[in-house]
């Protein structure tokens, strides 16, 4: 028989702390560890208890939950789910649990309805379940900083249609990721980058205006009817698809999920294949599931170059192991190459039809 999930549960709250118990009391396969109501408490309980799955809230008094994870994370790596409101206030500091090291978070509803979403598809012992598979790694490079002066020639009319697409793909720990590579892309990389990374609305925008904040590149949340440019990153924004048409101008559209998700990597994937052909890179980083492999097949099949995250670094290596297992993956990287290859592999498709 297998060992049980062992979770400690941290909020101030009792009310929430006795909600979030019964919801997983229901699940045979999860056991509640022990409990604490603040910060300092965590700590303490994570050393003494060493939990396989931390569920953190993050208003809590005498030390909150961004203080508790970073110590957490510097001295007792665990995966940490994080509490969180559907704020734009929550959505930041969603954004920040998630760069600091946390694998996941869980949404509140309402203050009136604090623990609403505890029902089918939307409980949090799924998320449990998959935060005790999940790889957690010590910080080893300090916190990124803002990139300083943006490239940003509008005025100038320079902003040029791209002669490439990257299409970044990611689901669980993508956030992390993603604030590893975007900032690290240089400001004059000759293409327009399409990231998709599954998370409801409302929180890409929070994931954009971070990114902007940290990189070269300008990034933004994207807007139905966008033009692309060289030089921008646009986020898919939570609940829409993002595909573009013949014109390069983005398409937001409500169909239905696909793999379970909106919006999702197969669908920007696809709709770049078939407009770039050759000239598209599709990168698919950690995540759980398959999103991203029938797209990564048609970039591939259309001439385009296919790179995936490395087992090391995956966070989760479900998405970017589905595109490998197909064949379909010219380039494999850890996450701390990945900018790298990046440039490299949009340079080669750049140039490509020169050297045939």
Same mark, same amino acid.
């Given at each position: 028989?297998?060992? &049980?999930?062992?979770?400690?549960?941290?909020?101030?709250?009792?009310?929430?702390?006795?909600?979030?118990? =019964?919801?997983?009391?229901?699940?045979?396969?999860?056991?509640?560890?022990?409990?604490? =109501?603040?910060?300092?408490?965590?700590?303490?309980?994570?050393?003494?208890?060493?939990?396989?799955?931390?569920?953190?809230?993050?208003?809590?008094?005498?030390?909150?939950?961004?203080?508790?994870?970073?110590?957490?994370?510097?001295?007792?790596?665990?995966?940490?789910?994080?509490?969180?409101?559907?704020?734009?206030?929550?959505?930041?500091?969603?954004?920040?649990?998630?760069?600091?090291?946390?694998?996941? %978070?869980?949404?509140?509803?309402?203050?009136?309805?604090?623990?609403?979403? %505890?029902?089918?598809?939307?409980?949090?012992?799924?998320?449990?379940?998959?935060?005790?598979?999940?790889?957690?790694?010590?910080?080893?490079?300090?916190?990124?900083?803002?990139?300083?002066?943006?490239?940003?020639?509008?005025?100038?009319?320079?902003?040029?249609?791209?002669?490439?697409?990257?299409?970044?793909?990611?689901?669980?720990?993508?956030?992390?990721?993603?604030?590893?590579?975007?900032?690290?892309?240089?400001?004059?990389?000759?293409?327009?980058?399409?990231?998709?990374?599954?998370?409801?609305?409302?929180?890409?925008?929070?994931?954009?205006?971070?990114?902007?904040?940290?990189?070269?590149?300008?990034? &933004?949340?994207?807007?139905?009817?966008?033009?692309?440019?060289?030089?921008?990153?646009?986020?898919?924004?939570?609940?829409?698809?993002?595909?573009?048409?013949?014109?390069?101008?983005?398409?937001?559209?409500?169909?239905?999920?696909?793999?379970?998700?909106?919006?999702?990597?197969?669908?920007?994937?696809?709709?770049?294949?078939?407009?770039?052909?050759?000239?598209?890179?599709?990168?698919?980083?950690?995540?759980?599931?398959?999103?991203?492999?029938?797209?990564?097949?048609?970039?591939?099949?259309?001439?385009?170059?296919?790179?995936?995250?490395?087992?090391?670094?995956?966070?989760?290596?479900?998405?970017? =192991?589905?595109?490998?297992?197909?064949?379909?993956?010219?380039?494999?990287?850890?996450?701390?190459?990945?900018?790298?290859?990046?440039?490299?592999?949009?340079?080669? =498709?750049?140039?490509?039809?020169?050297?045939?």
């Amino acid at each position: 028989m297998a060992e &049980k999930i062992k979770v400690l549960v941290v909020d101030d709250s009792a009310f929430a702390r006795h909600v979030i118990a =019964r919801e997983l009391l229901m699940d045979p396969d999860i056991q509640i560890l022990g409990f604490a =109501r603040n910060g300092i408490e965590a700590v303490q309980k994570t050393f003494e208890l060493k939990p396989d799955v931390i569920t953190l809230d993050v208003e809590m008094p005498e030390m909150n939950g961004l203080l508790a994870l970073k110590q957490i994370m510097n001295a007792q790596p665990t995966p940490v789910i994080m509490i969180s409101s559907l704020t734009t206030e929550g959505a930041e500091v969603t954004m920040q649990s998630l760069e600091m090291g946390a694998v996941d %978070y869980f949404l509140k509803e309402s203050p009136s309805n604090p623990l609403g979403f %505890y029902t089918g598809e939307n409980s949090l012992n799924p998320k449990i379940k998959l935060a005790a598979k999940t790889r957690v790694f010590k910080p080893s490079v300090k916190p990124a900083t803002p990139a300083g002066v943006k490239y940003n020639d509008h005025a100038a009319g320079l902003r040029i249609v791209p002669d490439v697409l990257v299409v970044i793909g990611c689901s669980t720990g993508g956030p992390k990721a993603l604030y590893q590579v975007i900032p690290e892309l240089p400001k004059d990389l000759p293409a327009a980058v399409l990231v998709v990374q599954h998370m409801p609305p409302g929180f890409t925008k929070s994931l954009a205006e971070r990114l902007d904040s940290l990189s070269h590149l300008d990034v &933004k949340e994207a807007e139905n009817g966008d033009k692309l440019v060289t030089g921008q990153v646009y986020v898919a924004p939570g609940g829409y698809h993002m595909e573009i048409n013949k014109g390069l101008f983005i398409v937001l559209t409500k169909n239905p999920p696909v793999c379970g998700v909106r919006p999702s990597v197969d669908v920007t994937m696809l709709s770049v294949a078939k407009t770039m052909g050759s000239y598209c890179v599709g990168v698919v980083m950690t995540g759980m599931g398959s999103d991203g492999t029938r797209g990564a097949a048609a970039i591939h099949t259309a001439g385009g170059k296919i790179l995936a995250e490395d087992e090391s670094t995956a966070v989760v290596w479900g998405m970017p =192991r589905s595109v490998i297992e197909t064949g379909n993956a010219n380039r494999i990287a850890p996450v701390t190459d990945i900018s790298s290859e990046i440039q490299m592999l949009v340079t080669e =498709r750049k140039s490509h039809d020169h050297v045939k």
